[in-house]
Nanobody
Framework: QVQVVESGGGLVQAGGSLRLSCAVS????????WAWYRQPPGKQRELVAG??????TTYADSVKSRFAISVDAAKNSYLQMNTLKPEETAVYYC?????????WGRGTQVSVSS
């Protein structure tokens, strides 16, 4: 089993920055993909960014050049978010994939005020 816990959310003004963290523990051997998703109020969950264990990254078009995903040696993931916009208010979730299984955290709330 893999445990996933997000942190770092909060309230920030438009144009501000936040860094989200995803602590991954348990049976992390074989973990090969990390991703961040978000779910705005009343909307579907959407992919924000992903990274493979080889370092290949993908981003939603709306966040390219403003967000950066990374993974450290302990297999924790981070999402640096810059120039945040009010419409990016959402619960942000970390997703970890390994050995054919995916694991989700409970999310962290990000609120961007105008």
């Amino acid at each position: 089993q893999v445990q996933v816990v997000e942190s770092g959310g909060g309230l920030v003004q438009a144009g501000g920055s936040l860094r989200l963290s995803c602590a991954v523990s348990g049976s992390t051997f074989g973990t090969n993909y990390w991703a961040w998703y978000r779910q705005p109020p009343g909307k579907q969950r959407e992919l924000v960014a992903g990274i493979t264990n080889g370092g290949t990254t993908t981003y939603a078009d709306s966040v390219k050049s403003r967000f950066a995903i990374s993974v450290d040696a302990a297999k924790n993931s981070y999402l640096q978010m810059n120039t945040l916009k009010p419409e990016e208010t959402a619960v942000y979730y970390c997703n970890v994939v390994g050995r054919g299984a995916g694991y989700w955290g409970r999310g962290t709330q990000v609120s961007v005020s105008s």
